[in-house]
């Protein structure tokens, strides 16, 4: 297998197994992940600060003090040439999410022009979407979910915004994301989900994990209220949303 | 009586900051951790402190810290303007930047502006008594983890000491303040550098960009020219499949602009980086100001690794060479007699 290094400074370099969103190239990634952990663990590797995984590629930071990138770089070489393991492994996710408060999406309108749909069949085209989730990152909890239906493709905003509010669903690319936080973001916001992807009072402070299968429920404002009371009280049953 | 530093005035921007929340980067958790990493360091050996403990990162302007123990000892770096001690029975009294100072109960630190920098620090000896979080006691206040509840310090927040009275020992001081260097900043190319057309890499490499008003401590969005990418944004140029960002990344959204993303950045992201700050230069970049100038000029990975190693030994001798400082007016036998009696040790005050 062909990887391509690429330089993040000093202190981490990328190593990317394609150019496209696949099960089979994220499947490698996390299996480089998991066997940088394993060696690690085994006593190499010296200078490996923490490895990162994304769609189609691993981040590995290292300190510059304890080793180098012409060091490192050969012995991940000879980790992959020794061969990666797959990985498989699934739950199905549901996310109740509200799309029709203008609060909650406020890009649907402009979501519905530029893909020439009307805000109902960019709802129905959401709604219908089979989605994967591929990798937890930018922030806790954040989690890229892949699958969006075709017709709602749009490259993100050219300038993100600098507040997007917490559980806000937006789309961008083939892709939807679910903000844990209250953060700057640049995709198109068409909902809003109440729970939470972040939560630290839970054991498991993380929702989704990367693999789950998911599927958006359409909610009105007052389902929306309801159980974002619960989520906030700490009472909701997560187990509904979620079959192993 | 539980020792601690009560606020008695927040600053603009005051968070507990150590080297970062290492290793939960695959949760998406940002490591956080001091935008100056030689200021903390440098604070943390004046209070006798490991490198890696947690200290008060200062942002702009700094708290009123009310003492709430017999005595600590605090160490400040970073160019304040300049901080005062105050207490019931005393005027008034400046202190220097860059030494340790010991405080008694019932004074005030007034920490006060920070000039020609954003950034400066204070730790105090022994540490804060606060519960990690991930490993790390570093705030990340997007999450609303880790340092004194997950936010920037407000007023009457009271942070507890480890230890109620100052250990014994002298203060003491930099020999010089520490140079973090000047002219270009230093990057690596990469790791999208191709996403670029030529013109808008030398453009990014050739032009001055100023830090805008947007400047946090996830990072800094600059002004100047645009910098072109290789395909028209309308056909995606300006987006790729999210990857891992490191510290110091450059990227660079549709609007052409670039914005350096420093400790509390996401961990991946979807715009092209065009170049990587080099580490010896992020402690530069956490001191920047909105209105401030920079260029960028291009180094290899093996340049950037050797000024690193470099500015580590620097940073190792500059504690080495750490001075004896005397108390502000000379010494003061009274409070040294005190001093002695409170920790129950006697010692030599410092040379004159």
């Known amino acids: 297998m062909s990887v391509r290094y690429l330089s993040c400074g000093d202190t981490a370099f990328t190593v990317e197994f394609g150019n496209q969103i696949s099960p089979q190239i994220n499947g490698q990634v996390m299996a480089l992940h998991g066997a940088i952990g394993a060696a690690r663990a085994d006593g190499a590797l010296k200078g490996v600060v923490e490895t990162v995984p994304s769609m189609r590629s691993l981040m590995v930071t290292y300190d510059p003090m304890a080793t180098s990138r012409a060091a490192l770089q050969p012995e991940i070489d000879a980790l992959i040439s020794r061969g990666l393991p797959a990985e498989a492994k699934t739950r199905r996710v549901t996310i109740p999410c509200c799309y029709d408060d203008p609060e909650f999406a406020p890009d649907l309108t402009e979501v519905a022009e530029r893909t020439k749909r009307t805000p109902e069949q960019v709802i129905e085209g959401h709604l219908k979407s089979a989605f994967t989730v591929y990798v937890l990152g930018f922030m806790p909890g954040l989690a890229y ?38 953060s700057p973001g640049g995709w198109h916001l068409i909902g809003r989900t109440p729970i939470w992807l972040f939560d630290q009072r839970r054991e498991q402070p993380v929702f989704l994990a990367p693999g789950d299968h998911l599927t958006f429920e359409r909610i009105d404002r007052k389902t929306f209220d309801r159980i974002a009371a619960e989520v906030e009280a700490g009472t909701l049953d997560w187990s509904t949303l979620v079959k192993e | 009586m539980t020792a601690a530093l009560k606020v008695v005035r927040p600053g603009l921007f005051d968070t507990l900051q150590d080297r970062g929340r290492i290793g939960y980067m695959a949760l998406g958790m940002p490591t956080a951790g001091a935008m100056d990493r030689i200021g903390l360091a440098l604070a943390n050996a004046l209070a006798g402190n490991p490198a890696g403990m947690a200290g008060l990162e200062i942002g702009v302007m700094g708290p009123d810290l009310l003492v709430e123990a017999d005595s600590v000892r605090v160490a400040l770096t970073g160019p304040l303007s300049p901080a005062l001690i105050e207490a019931p029975d005393a005027p008034p009294k400046p202190i220097e930047s860059d030494r340790s100072h010991l405080l008694k109960r019932g004074q005030v630190l007034r920490v006060g502006m920070i000039e020609g920098s954003s950034t400066a620090y204070l730790a105090v000896a022994g540490g804060f008594a606060l519960p990690a979080f991930m490993g790390s006691l570093s705030t990340y206040a997007r999450a609303g983890v880790g340092g004194f509840e997950g936010r920037k310090l407000q007023a009457n927040d009271s942070l507890p000491l480890k ?102 950045r996401q961990t991946v992201g979807g715009y092209p980086k065009i170049a990587t700050v080099a580490s010896v230069d992020l402690p530069r970049l956490g001191r920047l100001l909105p209105g401030q100038t920079v260029r960028f000029t291009a180094v290899t990975v093996e340049e950037a690794e050797k000024l690193r190693r470099e500015q580590e030994a620097r940073v190792a001798r500059t504690i080495a060479d750490f001075q004896p400082a005397r108390p502000a007016g000379g010494i003061d036998l009274a409070r040294l007699y005190e001093e002695n009696l409170i920790d129950g040790v006697v010692y030599e005050p410092a040379p004159a």
């Open chain 1, 145 to 182: 979910i892949a699958g969006l239906d075709p017709s709602l493709y749009l490259p993100r905003r050219s300038e993100p915004r600098v507040r997007v509010p917490k559980s806000s669903v937006s789309i961008a690319m083939n892709m939807t994301v679910i903000y844990p936080f209250e």
């Open chain 2, 163 to 264: 230890l109620d009275h100052a250990p014994p020992g002298e203060e003491r001081k930099l020999a010089a303040p520490f140079d973090y260097g000047h002219g270009p900043v230093r990057v690596v190319w990469g790791p999208q550098e191709a996403s670029f057309s030529e013109q808008g890499r030398a453009t990014f490499i050739g032009a001055d960009y100023r830090v805008s008003k947007e400047a946090d401590r996830m990072g800094i969005r600059f002004e100047g020219p645009t910098i072109e990418h290789a395909v028209a944004v309308e056909k995606g140029g300006a987006d790729i499949i999210s990857d891992g960002i490191g510290p110091g990344a450059i990227q660079v959204p549709g609007a052409g602009l670039p914005i350096v993303l420093l400790a509390d």
